[in-house]
Nanobody, 126 residues
Framework: QVHLVESGGGLVQAGGSLRLSCVAS????????MGWFRQAPGKEREFVSA????????NYAESVKGRFTISRDNAKNTMYLQMNSLKPEDTAVYYC???????????????????WGQGTQVTVSS
């Protein structure tokens, strides 16, 4: 049984940085894809970024390209999201998720991910 736990959220001023972590307990198979999603109040959950657990493949939403960086540390069973140049519109609850389908594609939609963490709040003040 795999569980995902996010941490690292908080309150930051616009232009600041945060690093989110997602620790996976249990076995993560290299072909899994891991992703970050976010949900702002009154909005649907949206894709932010994804990475193949084996490394080498990443994907980003256009809104975060050049500002956010996804990475993982296999030894620590941990995925990260480094968020720089934060904007007020980045305010949301951020969730990590796992796609255990072993699809060759890094997928973008919430229904394609079958395991979720509980979320961590990120608030960016203007």
């Amino acid at each position: 049984q795999v569980h995902l736990v996010e941490s690292g959220g908080g309150l930051v001023q616009a232009g600041g940085s945060l690093r989110l972590s997602c620790v996976a307990s249990g076995r993560i198979i290299s072909t899994y894809a891991m992703g970050w999603f976010r949900q702002a109040p009154g909005k649907e959950r949206e894709f932010v970024s994804a990475i193949r657990w084996s490394g080498g493949s990443t994907n980003y939403a256009e809104s975060v390209k050049g500002r956010f960086t996804i990475s993982r540390d296999n030894a620590k069973n941990t995925m990260y999201l480094q968020m720089n140049s934060l904007k007020p519109e980045d305010t949301a609850v951020y969730y990590c998720a796992a796609d255990r389908s072993q699809s060759p594609q890094l997928r973008l939609y919430t229904h394609e991910y079958d395991l979720w963490g509980q979320g961590t709040q990120v608030t960016v003040s203007s």
